[in-house]
């Protein structure tokens, strides 16, 4: 079993977690990776994939499991041959079983573009209400118990929850930003945790990684 970390940018960033999802079992058809399927009257391909993230953001932190009987940089080589750049796959780990992250992952960074780290901090500082409407009503909640932190970096980079416990979509929170800025905002997300853990390293842990 592998756990393949992936892009979604350019077009991808637009498809809907269905549309992404049935790409990708075209790529791992077309590349001929030997995937196992369920058993039963309609099999489907043994994929798994991290939770949705809103149409329009782009990511370089997605993940998806798959059974399949190769090395990770077999797949990795096959997968990318057959797919377009925008969902590239950028590594892959063998593990023990499904690590199950759509339940797990707790929280994810994203990179902005548009605003200044300082502005940022401003901004948090002064308190976020994120805005949606559900059933015709528009439902106005406070963004300061989901976000998680401001990281340092040659770009602003914020630290999110995100999953299904807790989620805080990272196109209400651009939303309000440009509400409060008067700019255009951008983000990519570039990493996801379990609790304060990479998943790239929480994927390495003893108990899921299998050593080639």
Same mark, same amino acid.
């Given at each position: ?11 991808? +960033? ?17 590349? @001929? ?26 990511? &370089? *932190?997605? /993940?998806?499991? $798959?059974? *399949? ?7 990795? &080589? ?7 750049? #925008?969902?590239? *796959? +950028? +590594?892959? /780990? ?13 929280? !994810? ?16 500082? #002064? ?6 409407? =559900?059933?015709?009503? &528009?439902?106005?909640?406070? !963004? ?5 932190? $401001? ?24 939303? !309000?930003? &440009?509400?409060?800025?008067?700019? =255009? ?5 570039? *990493? !996801?945790?379990?609790? @304060?853990?990479?998943?790239?390293? /929480? ?5 899921? #990684?299998?050593?080639?």
């Amino acid at each position: 079993m592998l756990t393949v970390k992936f892009n979604k940018k350019g077009p991808y +960033a637009y498809s809907a977690h269905l549309d992404l999802l049935r790409s990708l079992i075209r790529g791992i058809r077309r590349s @001929d990776i030997p995937a196992s399927y369920s058993t039963g009257f309609n099999p489907h391909m043994n994929i798994f994939l991290t939770p949705p993230m809103p149409i329009g953001i782009e990511s &370089e *932190a997605e /993940y998806m499991t $798959v059974d *399949a009987g190769l090395t990770p940089e077999e797949f990795i &080589e096959r997968f990318n041959r057959f797919v377009p750049s #925008c969902i590239s *796959a +950028a +590594a892959a /780990y063998r593990v023990s079983k499904n690590p199950n992250l759509a339940a797990v992952i707790s929280s !994810a960074q994203y990179s902005l573009s548009g605003i200044t780290q300082s502005a940022l901090k401003k901004h948090i500082a #002064c308190g976020i209400t994120v805005s949606k409407f =559900k059933d015709g009503q &528009e439902i106005v909640r406070d !963004a300061a118990p989901d976000v998680l932190g $401001v990281i340092n970096g040659k770009t602003p980079s914020v630290l999110l929850s995100f999953g299904n416990k807790r989620n805080l979509r990272i196109d209400l929170f651009i939303n !309000a930003l &440009e509400n409060l800025s008067g700019k =255009k905002i951008t983000a990519v997300k570039t *990493a !996801a945790f379990v609790n @304060d853990i990479n998943v790239d390293d /929480y994927l390495k842990q003893p108990n899921l #990684c299998i050593v080639p």
